[in-house]
């Protein structure tokens, strides 16, 4: 099992900037748990953002999204306090 992580590459805003730093900190967990993990750039094309967005169930989601093989998990929100109260594997459906 591995954690797939949708994630976007884009211009230099103030939103990109926030997403790129929850992006950023949800790679360094994962590899500070030594948890596998596949990156998914939206950015790439529209029908991947789509598909994301389908598997998630909102047209709106933003990245960082986080899945378990198919298996949605949640967003950086969710996985910020899955990391606080130390559950993290749950979350990811590892444990």
Excluded at 80 to 93: G, H, I
């Amino acid at each position: 099992l591995h954690c797939l992580l949708f994630y976007h590459t884009l211009t230099k805003t103030l939103i990109s900037l926030t997403v790129k730093s929850q992006q950023a900190e949800v790679i360094r967990i994962l590899e500070s748990k030594s948890i596998q993990y596949e990156l998914i750039d939206i950015s790439v094309g529209g029908e991947l953002r789509d598909e994301m967005r389908s598997k998630v169930g909102d047209p709106t989601a933003v990245p960082p999204q986080l899945f378990n093989e198919h298996e949605y998990c949640g967003n950086y929100e969710m996985f910020s306090e899955a990391v606080e109260a130390d559950t993290v594997e749950q979350f990811l459906k590892l444990a």
